[in-house]
């Protein structure tokens, strides 16, 4: 009887463990990160040495910018689907690719999966955003975060395209995006992102 109750008991403790890691993990994995204020307007000459390029490569195209961490693993994901979402544009956006790097960092610091699938990308650069300056500037604090400005280079986007966490999939986000990017919009939309914070002098969050 005696070992019975200390089996039910295990059981019982164990079962509420792996309740409260479950429960741990949901919320990890839909808890979005924190955003800051895009600029509304894409001022090219914001962007210093980046803006040339930008002007050269988009012309009357929209600008997607992607602000990412290299380590960050949830990123994987929004790049496979922005991998995915591309083919089916009318016309590809000139994307240009901010890969946060340490301010004491060389710049093979940022070389990842995420860095080489993202360089395989159609009409796509990568920059390195030396101390998280350029994403700080454009409100970008989460890995993953997407801004789409039109030809008329208002702000459309803001937000991620992944339903939450390190997961694929078409999601709101994702959908709105590709719709924007097909159909020019006066408006902007929202969207919470799912990533590791971009900070500069640390680590993504695991």
């Known amino acids: 009887m005696k070992a019975r109750l200390i089996h039910l008991f295990a059981f019982i403790a164990l079962t509420l463990i792996a309740a409260i890691g479950f429960i741990n993990l949901t919320d990890y994995s839909t808890r979005p990160g924190a955003s800051g204020i895009a600029p509304e307007r894409l001022d090219l000459a914001d962007l210093s040495d980046v803006s040339w390029d930008l002007e050269r490569t988009a012309g009357d195209t929209p600008v997607l910018l992607f602000f990412y961490h290299p380590k960050c693993p949830c990123t994987a ?25 340490p301010q004491d960092e060389s710049d093979e610091w940022i070389q990842s999966r995420t860095t080489e699938t993202l360089s395989h990308l159609d009409n796509t650069r990568i920059v390195i955003d030396r101390g998280g300056e350029l994403s700080a500037r454009f409100g970008a604090m989460v890995s993953g975060h997407i801004l789409l400005y039109g030809s008329d280079r208002r702000l459309s986007f803001s937000g991620g395209i992944t339903p939450y966490r390190g997961h694929e999939g078409d999601s709101p986000g994702s959908i709105d995006l590709l719709h924007r990017i097909n159909s020019p919009h006066h408006d902007c939309r929202t969207w919470a992102v799912f990533g590791c914070s971009i900070d500069a002098g640390r680590e993504p969050e695991q």
Do not use: G, N
Not at 79 to 96: G, Q
């Open 77 to 101: 994901a929004t790049v496979r689907v922005l991998e995915r979402l591309l083919p089916r544009t009318k016309s590809p956006p000139a994307i240009t690719a901010f890969a946060y790097c």
